[in-house]
Structure formats: structure tokens, C-alpha cells
């Protein structure tokens, strides 16, 4: 008998009528012949409630202690969801990630799962009961609760898919699908039918929040075809898998704009071995996640280095840097917090030449001036001034004919 798991989103188990509507998906695959594990996010805007409720009372709040109260949100959509089931005439049963030994790390609010023992949910599974999990949230070698990070239990459901040898697992959430760019912030994008797990891991780190990067990067490597798609209706979304050869036909699958984002830059560094090593070592002591790092040489004996870091990471890169700064004789330290960074996305650009040309002629013709410029092999990225974040993002989707199908758009040379 196949395994699918079904992850249900914040705003798809709201209320009442929410989760008895989902709780009527998970049965219909079961009667359909599945086993099914459903995996459950917060109520609505209850992480968000309860991250405030934290802020007034600390606004520095242990990690330890955020993740306790974090993981309550989780706990109440899942029981909440078994009776539900159980009134539908369902057996069901509902776990913390702790029940289910989901061991991570002890990166407190941004753990990494070891781990998972899949012996507990098959048996459960083997006498005929619907299994719901709450998402987000597991436990580290000394049992404390951990959380995943926000919009973690995509990395829940699709570790757990994994797990379990799933043969798909289905995101259920508020859109029907990935869009070529956020719909909320450029409406006129359309749905894709597939999507490369790389551009898709691209796009999440980027800041297309409809899945979790580390979901993406468990899809790829244990081969969980990954379904997005809404809790509205039945239409098909968008599936996540592997590459397939036509997707190269595809210049540029989709575009993102990042705002949660600052600038460091460390001026007149001297340009010698071990530098670098040494300023993003401190950085790394300091659990600071560093996104795009450049590093230029202006003379023989100076060299600028600036990266970017998500604003939460702002004033714990600050102080790293403040410390660090003296020992490679730094000149002078530039933070810009005022910045947004806009990207295309691609596996096209591997194999086609005028990308970044379109994208920079783009935002020339849209007055937006380009800060930095960061290149992988299937992405562009640049940073901007805030203030014109949305026209970037406008002009450059419009560029690459975002608002068309695939075979719609002029194809590539
Ligand atoms: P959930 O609570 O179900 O996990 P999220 O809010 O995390 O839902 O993700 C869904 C949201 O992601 C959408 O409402 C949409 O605004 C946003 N989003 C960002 N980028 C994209 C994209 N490329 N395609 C679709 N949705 C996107
Ligand atoms: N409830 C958590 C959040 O809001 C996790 C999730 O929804 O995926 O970030
Ligand atoms: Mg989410």
C-alpha cells in the first residue's frame, strides 16, 4: 500500500470548516487506497501571536524557551485535527515531532532534522489510522523541543515523506501552485505545471516563501516528488522533480524580489591569505548565515569584502564584524540596511547567452540603480535600493515575459 503525506498550511486549517475540510482530503486518499500522514502548520496568524507575545514580555527571548512556546501552535492544530477525523468516523492519531523521536540539531528556531523513527507512525499506519504530525518542530539530543524555522513544516512533511518512502507528498496552501513570481507582488504571474528541484531551491532562498528551502533539498536527495497545490479546490498545482530536458528550453523560470535583507561591507581589509577566512570563521562562531559574499581587490595591499545577511542575523553580523575588524586591519565598516534584492531564476542560463544583459537593460530602462551584482550558475541577483524594490521586480518580470506560459514567451536564442 502507498504512502502519501499531506502538509497543510496556517491559512488552509484556520478554523473549524478549514480543518474539516482537510481532514476530508486525507480521507479521501485513504479510501482511495493510501496510507495517509497528514502534517499540520499553526492555526492562521498564531506563530506570528505568539512570537508578539513573547516580544512583550522579552525582546530578546531565549531560543530555548521560544521554541517551548512556538511548538504549542502545532500541537493544537493536530489534536485538533484528530478529533476532527474521529467525528468524521476516522481513526486518527496526532504526534509531536518529540513523540516521533524527530531528532535535529540544537540550532534552537533553526534546527536541522537528524533524523526521524519511522517504526513509530508505520505501526500506526498498519492498524488503519490516519497519522497527523505536527509540522515545524522536533527535538535535540538532550529532548528539548526544537523549531525549524519559520514556514518549516514543508521540511517536516517532506522529511517525513522521505522517511516513510512516500510517493508524493502534497503542500497544501493558499495559492494553487509556484508562480513564476510571488502573485501578491507581481499579479499578472502564471502558474508553472513543473519546476526543477534547483530552480525551486534557487527561488526559495531567494525569498519565494511558498516552500521552505530545506523541503526542496530533502525532495532532491531522497526523490519526493513534491505537489504544491491549493486547499481550495482539486485542480493540479505544481509538481517539484527532478530536471527534465525541455526544462533547459526555458530561459528564465521565475523572479523574486528579497527585502528582510542588509549589507556589510568592510573597506581597505588587508588583501592577504587567511583574511577571509578569518572574518567569516568569526562570522560562523557567531551562527550568523551569510547569503552573497564579494570580495574585490583595490590595490596590492587593500581588498573590500561585503556580504548580506537577513536583517534578524543584522546586529549579531555587526558585532562579529566590530570584533573582528581590528585583526585584519579594516579601514572602515559600511552597513546598508536599506536594500532589496531582486533575481531570475533559470536552468536555461546554463545553456543560453543575453540573461543578464536583458535583465540589466531591464532595470536601466526602469531607472533602478544596481548596488551589487551575484551570479550562480542558474541565477541572477541585484541589489537595489528598497525604495525601487517593486519596479524592479515589475520591470524585470515583465522583461522575461513572467505574465506568459512558457511556450508563449519568445523563445530564447
Ligand atoms: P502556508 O501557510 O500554506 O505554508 P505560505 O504563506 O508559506 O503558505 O506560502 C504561500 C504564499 O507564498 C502565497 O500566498 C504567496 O503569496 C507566496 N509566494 C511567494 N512566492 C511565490 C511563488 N513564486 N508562487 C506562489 N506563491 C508564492
Ligand atoms: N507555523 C510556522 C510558521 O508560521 C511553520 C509553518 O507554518 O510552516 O512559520
Ligand atoms: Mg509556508
Redesign the pocket.
Known sequence: MGVIVQKF????VANAEKIRRAAARAIEAFKKGSQVIVVA?ARGKQTDELIADAMELNPNPPRREMDMLLSTGEQQTVSLMAMALDAMGHKAISFTGSQIKMLTDGAHTRARIISIDANIIRRKLDTGHIVIVAGFQGMDEEEDITTLGR?G??TSAVALAAALKADVCEIY???D????????KYPK?VKMARISYDEMLE?ASLG???MHGRAVEFGKKYDVPIHVRSSMNDEPGTLITHEVPQMEGILVS?A?IQKDLAKLSLLGVDNRPGNAAKIFSHLARAKVIVNDIIQTEISTEKANISFTVATGDLSDAKKAIDEISGEVHCQGIFVRGDIAEVSVVGVGMRSHYGVADKMFRALAEAEVNIDSITTSEIRISCIVDLTDAEKALVAVCDAFELDKSAEARTQPK
Open positions: 498550511g496556517g491559512t488552509s502548520s514556514g513544516s514543508d496552501t493558499d495559492v501552485g509556484i508562480y513564476t513570481s510571488d502573485p501578491r504571474a527561488l519565494a516563501g511558498v521565475g523574486t
